[in-house]
């Protein structure tokens, strides 16, 4: 963990020997923003210019509320820990040098896939829905074949699940020409296989050929709605190059967003419940209208595993929540309440 305070980026005082002397990955930066009330508009500028330069994660600190003016300065960071500021740029914690461990920690174990992130982010902030799920795609195809990855992999225990003896989606028809689709995997959580992705497809084709369908409902049986991308199924396809292809011709985010879909995404309403991890959150939050129980809580693991999300998290999620709360979930790995969800946008209904 290397600090760093926003003056000296203001002054650029040594900026250039502290990058030259680190890899373009791998570190993270903490910013103290003390005496950032001083800046005037030109080394806001510098600031903003010299944090963009820092390779890694760069972190901003304040013990204070944040001054809308810095507004610049935090949106160049990866995020900020304060106890308040301009936009969702920032995240109060209890405990800021505990939390500031937990990303020191993941950054350590997985910097490639921390340095992806911070890239993606960025580009998935200016792009389109479609263009976005394409960018993470082959990023994450990308770290399928790096060493992170192979880690976590190597060290999973290993043995294959027998495949569900019925279909993992069921759907049906309600009344007011409403269409139910259930994630059915509950055994499993409805962990979120190939087979599911492929029968959710299937499901909301139906309501793309039937226009008398009013609402599309979405929601999962037993106690999880989803707890993520089925961990089985982890590094068996069969090259990097092909997973992408298959991931974004299936996208079921992009589909419930009603890019693939067509005319579908206005009348698509998610139910959440219990556990909504990884693709649990990522495809979730490409619908209109998202209802959460009050048990429902959510996580990013995925660097954790050496990747980044790949059911389309890093495009759904920071257009509900912005990117710098998106890395905070990922970098620390912590689980999101569903009252902090609805107070920051990921969810649209809590009840």
Partial sequence: MLSVSVLELAAERALRGLIDDYPPWGELWVVDLTGSDDLDVQAIERVVAAADELPGIVVGVAEEPVPSRLAPVLEALSFTLAPS???????????TSACLAEIEATVTRSPLACQT?????????VLSARDGVVAESLAYSTLLAGPEFAAWLAARPSGAVAPDPSPAVRVSRLPGDVLEVTLDRPARHNAFSAQMRDELLAALDVAKLDPTVV???????????CAGGDLAEFGTTPDPATAHLVRVARSAGLAVNGLVVDRL???????????????????PAFAETVVATPDAWFRLPELSMGLVPGAGGTVSIPRRIGRWRTAWLLLTGRDLAAATALEWGLVDVVG
Avoid at 88 to 93: D, F, Q, R
């Fill in 215 to 225: 609402e599309v409902v979405l929601r999962g049986a037993g106690p999880s709605f």
């Fill in 117 to 125: 992130l911070r890239t993606l982010l960025g580009l998935t902030d």
């Fill in 265 to 283: 995404g206005a009348r698509v309403r998610v139910e959440l419940h219990g556990a909504c991890i990884g693709a649990g959150i990522e495809i």
């Fill in 85 to 95: 500021g301009p936009g969702s740029t920032w995240v109060a914690v209890d405990d």
